[in-house]
């Protein structure tokens, strides 16, 4: 029989009397009802201390104390009860305070098809029963701390499209049947897991409906197979912070080239120890990300490289890029970050940078970029931040840098640079930092 527990008493004594009707007439129409139920025996009130009624969690402003405390219980009513709802197909508590482990009557939700729980502090390893739900499509268990092996055998459902893991003390490696495991997957996130070691097995080509593939933050080892390139709806690849390596020719982003739905490439913090393809330039049309920092990545930047007309970000810093800036620059008309710090890059900055007008943040930093500053960086009115630091920079500081009225930083620390500190420099009226120091400026500080 069903129970109602209610914190007041007199509610719970007019529900079983029919007296003192007259005098809570506002309170008719409800108490009628369920004291009509509890004449008929299909359903009981019991009365409880207000203290106890976990109700008020989700209704009243309580004190922290009591919050907590009704909190801990809910959760635990939740974990005895939601599991019989065997009609139940979303279950979504992400970003809660749930702890403890997954209870293996998951699997009695056979009628799931979205179960999302991110952002808990679930524990224990994830419970096999996991399988028992056939009607799965989307599984969020990433930013938990569930441990032990990572068994991909447990998600072999076919319904399944999105698996999320990332950020958890998982361990394990990727199995060389996965695709045949998860046949019709299309998110997969792996990323920031505690030890998932080896390396990305040939047989991924077969993902032929994947479109998202998050393996970053991992242990990860051995070449980045070309049969990535087989993967022709995917749009997004995070590889970064790995120990991936490749060719020296970086043949794997050449297979890329086949993705023309690929918007971002994320490869930082891999020893990939390779030149840049002038295939780099016939990647997605519609690439919008590329970043790739420190991954020892040596020689010039290929001029094919302005074939990236949808670039918004550029990250290519802590390599050993040489030779100069190619001009091709000047057509990624939508680049907003152009990340090209601590390499080894000579020439001039040049004027094609001054096509850019949505440019936000420009890196330069760290190189041996000599001559001028082009006068018409003043025109970029976009620019945040401007960091051309270490170089061999000469001449005079653009009386036109005055028009960036909201240039957070400017730095141009150790340089070459002559002449006299411009007074227009006093209107960067947002900057938070300006570093001008090691350089030769002289004269007076404009006021």
Request: glycine share 6%; hydrophobic share 40%.
């Amino acid at each position: 029989m069903p129970t109602i527990y209610c914190d007041n008493l007199g509610a719970t004594f007019m529900s079983k009397n029919p007296v003192l009707h007259s005098k809570v007439k506002h309170d008719a129409v409800d108490f009628h009802f369920v004291r009509h139920h509890v004449n008929i025996k299909k359903v009981r009130v019991v009365h409880i201390h207000a203290a106890d009624q976990i109700a008020d969690t989700l209704t009243k402003a309580l004190p922290k104390l009591a919050s907590e405390k009704n909190i801990f219980k809910l959760a635990l009513t939740l974990r005895l009860h939601i599991f019989n709802i065997s009609s139940l197909q979303i279950l979504s508590l992400w970003k809660n305070n749930l702890s403890g482990f997954l209870p293996r009557e998951i699997g009695n939700l056979t009628k799931m098809q979205i179960l999302q729980l991110s952002g808990n502090k679930l524990i224990g390893k994830i419970p096999k029963e996991i399988s028992n739900l056939v009607e799965l499509e989307k599984l969020d268990l990433s930013l938990n701390s569930f441990s032990g092996p990572l068994d991909m055998e447990i998600f072999n459902i076919s319904r399944l499209r999105i698996i999320e893991l990332s950020l958890n003390n998982l361990s394990g490696s990727l199995p060389p049947n996965m695709c045949s495991i998860l046949p019709n997957i299309e998110e997969l996130f792996l990323g920031g897991l505690t030890n998932l070691v080896g390396t990305i097995p040939h047989s991924i080509s077969n993902f032929s409906k994947l479109t998202k593939l998050e393996l970053s933050d991992n242990k990860l080892t051995g070449l980045i197979p070309n049969s990535l390139g087989y993967l022709t709806n995917l749009q997004f690849l995070n590889l970064g912070e790995n120990n991936f390596t490749s060719d020296s020719s970086l043949s794997f982003l050449t297979s890329l080239t086949n993705c023309k739905n690929l918007t971002d490439l994320y490869l930082p913090f891999n020893p990939l120890n390779g030149m840049l393809p002038a295939s780099t330039g016939n990647l997605s049309i519609s690439l919008r990300k590329f970043y790739a920092g420190n991954c020892k990545i040596k020689g010039r930047i290929p001029n094919e490289v302005g074939n990236l007309r949808s670039l918004l970000d550029l990250d290519l810093p802590g390599n050993n890029l040489v030779g100069s800036i190619p001009t091709s620059i000047g057509n990624l008309r939508s680049l907003q970050q152009f990340n090209l710090n601590n390499n080894k890059l000579t020439g001039f900055i040049g004027d094609n940078m001054c096509k850019l007008q949505h440019l936000g943040d420009i890196y330069l930093d760290q190189n041996q970029l000599s001559g001028y500053l082009p006068n018409c960086l003043g025109n970029i009115t976009s620019l945040r931040e401007i960091c051309l630091g270490s170089n061999k920079l000469s001449s005079n500081i653009p009386p036109s840098l005055g028009n960036l009225q909201d240039l957070v930083v400017l730095d141009l620390s150790s340089n070459n640079i002559v002449g006299s500190l411009p007074s227009e420099i006093g209107n960067l009226k947002a900057a938070t930092l300006i570093d001008l120091s090691m350089n030769r400026f002289s004269n007076g500080i404009p006021r």
